[in-house]
Every structure is written in C-alpha cells, then in structure tokens.
C-alpha cells in the first residue's frame, strides 16, 4: 500500500489548501500557493530538458529557492543528488565522474576556475527558471522511483551515492512522525542541511504529515522560536544549552548523528527541552530506533517498518526504509549482504529492550595489543560537565602501535588540568590519552559532523 497518491504538496493542495506550508523569514507560503510555484519552477525545469530519470547534481546551502528547486525537480522526474558546497574539488570531481550527472543546479559559490580534471562531459548548467504557468506535461507521481540519491559521509575513500525511492523516504518519515506524534498542527525546524539524510528527514516528515517546515532565517537559538520540533545534533544543543533563553514554543528535539550524552539530555530535560533520541544512517534514510530520552545510554528500538539485530556485536538492519542500493557508473549496486541485511559498520548491544551504539567498528585500534575502543573513552570523558566534545584519535607510536589523543571542547569555565585529572582515574592505563589538546575554533565548528580522518590530519600536523 503506498502513503500518498499524489506528491505530497499536491495532495496538500487539494486537502488543506489555505493552511501554511512553508515560513522563511517574512514569507509564507500555503499549500496552494507552494503548489503553484512548483507547477511553474517544475515547468521551467522540463523547458531546460529535464524528464524522468534525469539525474541533477544540486549543490548548495540550505535556502527556499533550494527547496523549491528540489521538489520542483521531483515533480519534474529527476532524481536529485544534492551536494555540500564545502566538498572540495579533490572529492567533488572523482565523484561527478563517477555518478554522472546529466545536469548540475549550482546555488553555491563557483569552484576555482583552475581546478584541474574537469570531469567529462561537464553536466549541464541548470537554472532556477519560472515557466509563465504550468506546462501541460503530465506530472506523474511513481512512489517506486528513486527520488534521491544521498552521499555518505565514509570515513575511507569517496563517498557512496545511497538510492532512495519516494516510498522508502515516506515510510521512514511515517516511523518517526508516528514515535513522536507529529501531525499537521506542528512545525518543524529545517536545522540541518538537506544534502545530508537528517535534513532531508524533516523534510519528508513534514511533506508526509502536511505540517509546517520552518527556514530558519536567524542563528539557531533564535530560529527555533515559534517552532514546535527540531532535529539536532549533540553539539547544537550544547551551544543552545548555553544561550540564556530557552525557545519560546518548542516542544521536542530529536537528537542523532552521534552518541547522545545522558548528562546532556538532563540538562535540556531540565531547561524545558524535550529531548528524543535517534540512530540512523544514511542508508537507512535516517532514524532507525528511537525513543523519548531519559537518564540511560540508548536509542531504543526499531521504528515501524526496520528490523534490528546484531551479529557478531555488528548492528545489521533492514526493510523498507533502506535505500535501494548504491549509484555509481549508471546503475544500483547493493547494499545489503547475503543475508539480505546491511550491516552498519556500527557495534552496538541490546540493553533491556533498547539498542545501545557502542561506535564505529572501523574506529577501533590497538596500543599495545588492547583494543581501544575511542568511542567508549569519549563518552566517559562526556560525562565531565565542562565537556562539550571529545574525540579520541590514535597517534602512531614506535612502542605501542598507536596510542590515545584527546582533542575536547570545553565550556566556559571548563579547564583542560581538571578534566585530564578527574578522566585519569577512571579509565585504564592503556586507554588514558598521552596528549591532550583543545579542539581548534576552525575544526570544532565545520559541518554537522567531524571527520576523524581530519583530526588525524590535523593532530599529525601538530607534531
Ligand atoms: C550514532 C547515532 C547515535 C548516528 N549514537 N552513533 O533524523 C534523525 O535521525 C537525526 C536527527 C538529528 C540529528 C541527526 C539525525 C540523523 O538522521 C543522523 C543520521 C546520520 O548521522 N547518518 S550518517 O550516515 O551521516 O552517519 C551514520 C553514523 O552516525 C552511524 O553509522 C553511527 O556511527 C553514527 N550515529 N546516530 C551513536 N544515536
């Protein structure tokens, strides 16, 4: 049975047409008049050649004009592969070769003009054009076709290009909506980028339950003004948690993308901020388990529509919210084993009924022939009230193979003395970091999440 007979804004047209779909800033749009920009903007995009099937890079920074773009190039047939204008062009080339785009929608800063290796054929340069009214061309709602095709954030290699089909992206959303009961009477935040699945997420949570998506047209501590749900990731609601006012209206966060400090959820709990827990991936279209926080380490169980288990301490996952595969030179390659699962790469536990991520099995190194598991160290370290982040990154060692390094960020009055003194007696020798450092201003703020192999590159650069 499919959620939708129609794109979800057309529906919403027929259904509820003066409600708000959309607020940025001073505009609003409702359904009807969302639905007839998309009529024009879609029409606009079949005058420059795109039909169903067409597959259009889309980069930029989340922005309406963005949005609109999307869903119009929905409407329009494409699959849309959204990119994060800060890839470098080291990463962003071997990639468009490798997917091929037959058109790229630019919202962003240009690249240098003197990078090397164009990739050919260049895709060709879509505009954000509006069609005087709506063509005639059938718009055609495929519940089974890919939608959109999602870059992973692999911490080897290029990126991989997750399939996702309109259903597969619905069926996701309805597992969350239905967990934290989000209906048409709420709004949600647009807190995260779309090229990444949490952004992409709201989205379709929105769309699905016909509710309110809200731009944020201000920092995030003011943006969530007037918002009833948001999705954020732990070091968001850290900075927030330090702002003096509490945001007027909202009702729930989702939290995800990283392990999830207990302390960190009592603290918001405790401001007023409701706060859900989420584990999800790329592949699986975001949020897997979840559940209402409380004072525990875990993210609950499997949502309406995935299934969970673990083997060999590897979390493996499956059904309809999966993607349908990788997209790479012109076709789906599979995700899933040969046992018909997708194992994460993550090792994770059951604890009464809640699945608890233990951390990357890719993570994991030896000093000294122990394991070290780094995730492990940086949610001790965590607990410390004064610490906002920690990773845990090995650093070669003649001796020991590789040892633990600390790199924290640390609230205002935290003091890096203190901390190392208080985390040394509860962790073992071989897991105490040899080095501690404060995570440079530059790298602590970038992107949703920080890639390990950055730090690495960074803490290498400091020797
Ligand atoms: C975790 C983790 C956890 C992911 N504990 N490690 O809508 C949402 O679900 C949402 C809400 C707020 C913020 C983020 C989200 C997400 O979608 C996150 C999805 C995501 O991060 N996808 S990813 O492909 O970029 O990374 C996936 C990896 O992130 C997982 O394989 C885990 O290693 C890690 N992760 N949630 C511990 N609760």
């Not at 790229?104 to 090397?116: F, S």
């Not at 959109?148 to 089909?165: N, V």
């Not at 020798?429 to 960074?458: D, H, M, N």
Request: with cysteine.
């Amino acid at each position: 049975a499919h959620l939708l007979s129609d794109f979800p804004w057309r529906v919403r047209a027929q259904t509820t047409p003066a409600a708000i779909a959309l607020r940025a800033g001073e505009e609003q749009l409702s359904w009807r008049a969302l639905t007839q920009r998309l009529d024009r903007l879609c029409a606009g995009f079949q005058r420059q050649g795109i039909t169903t099937g067409a597959l259009v890079a889309l980069r930029g920074k989340n922005s309406l004009p963005l949005l609109l773009a999307w869903l119009a190039l929905l409407q329009a047939g494409a699959r849309v592969l959204p990119l994060n204008p800060q890839l470098p062009p080291a990463t962003l080339l071997p990639l468009l070769s490798a997917l091929n785009p037959a058109f790229m929608l630019d919202l962003a800063e240009p690249l240098p003009d003197d990078v090397p290796a164009l990739p050919r054929p260049l895709p060709a340069a879509l505009r954000i054009k509006y069609a005087p009214r709506a063509t005639a061309s059938p718009v055609i709602w495929r519940p089974e076709a890919i939608a959109s095709l999602t870059l992973t954030s692999g911490s080897t290699g290029l990126p991989k290009a997750a399939a996702h089909t309109f259903q597969a992206l619905l069926l996701s959303a309805a597992g969350v909506n239905q967990l934290i009961n989000f209906t048409a009477a709420e709004s949600w935040l647009l807190s995260l980028p779309l090229y990444h699945v949490s952004g992409q997420g709201i989205v379709w949570r929105w769309l699905l339950a016909g509710a309110c998506l809200a731009l944020p047209a201000a920092p995030l501590p003011q943006a969530l003004s007037g918002c009833s749900f948001a999705s954020l990731v732990p070091t968001q609601l850290w900075r927030l948690l330090q702002q003096p006012q509490r945001p007027a209206g909202l009702k729930a966060v989702l939290l995800g993308g990283a392990a999830i400090p207990p302390d960190l959820v009592a603290r918001a709990e405790a401001a007023g901020i409701g706060c859900w827990c989420g584990y999800g991936l790329t592949e699986s279209a975001a949020t897997v388990c979840g559940r209402r926080a409380g004072n525990r380490f875990g993210v609950g169980a499997a949502l309406a529509g995935r299934e969970v288990q673990i083997v060999d301490g590897e979390i493996w996952i499956r059904g309809a919210t999966l993607a349908s595969g990788y997209w790479r030179d012109g076709r789906l390659w599979p995700l899933t084993n040969q046992q018909g699962w997708f194992a994460t790469g993550d090792l994770g536990r059951w604890h009464q009924g809640e699945l608890q991520v233990l951390g990357r099995k890719d993570n994991l190194f030896f000093s000294g022939g122990e394991a070290v598991q780094p995730e492990a160290i940086e949610s001790l370290l965590m607990r410390h009230p004064a610490v906002t982040q920690a990773f845990i990154i090995p650093q070669a060692d003649a001796e020991w193979g590789a040892r633990p390094v600390a790199l924290l960020s640390l609230a205002a009055d935290g003091q890096l003395a203190i901390i190392t003194a208080w985390a040394r007696e509860q962790l073992a020798s071989f897991q105490r970091p040899v080095r501690w450092l404060l995570l440079p201003e530059g790298l602590a703020q970038g992107g949703i999440k920080l890639s390990r192999r950055q730090l690495a590159q960074w803490l290498q650069a400091t020797q």
